[in-house]
């Protein structure tokens, strides 16, 4: 069965810079070469919103605009991983943040939603303030 295992949330001063990573397990095969991905955060009170999605068949990825020339997605499929890099961070990033693929394929630039998603990782919580 797969799961998903986020990591490397924490506590930041704005400005700053984290990488958070999925790995993923309990399939024989290459997760992130065959799956969609998407990256979401939730902040307390609010929905769970979409940070960026990312196809599976070119790598074409999506970014919500909040986060637009500041985060970056990128996959090492040989460590099963992808990963969130998060630059130039604000007190209006902090939230925790969730990884979630499918296999089904979708335009990741209209359905970058948390309904394209079957699987999800537990979340960590990244936190912006000085």
């Known amino acids: 069965q797969l799961q998903l295992v986020e990591s490397g949330g924490g506590l930041v001063q704005p400005g700053g810079s984290l990488r958070l990573s999925c790995a993923a397990s309990g399939l024989t095969f290459d997760v992130f070469e065959y799956y969609y991905i998407g990256w979401f955060r939730q902040a307390p009170g609010q929905e769970r919103e979409a940070v960026s999605c990312m196809s599976s068949s070119d790598s074409t990825t999506y970014y919500t605009d909040s986060v637009k020339g500041r985060f970056f997605v990128s996959r090492d499929n040989a460590k099963n991983t992808v990963y969130l890099q998060m630059n130039s961070l604000k007190p209006e990033d902090t939230a925790v943040y969730y990884c979630?693929?499918?296999?089904?394929?979708?335009?990741?630039?209209?359905?970058?939603?948390?309904?394209?998603?079957?699987?999800w990782g537990q979340g960590t919580q990244v936190t912006v303030s000085s």
């Open positions: 979630a693929v499918d296999w089904t394929p979708f335009n990741i630039h209209s359905s970058c939603v948390t309904t394209s998603f079957r699987d």
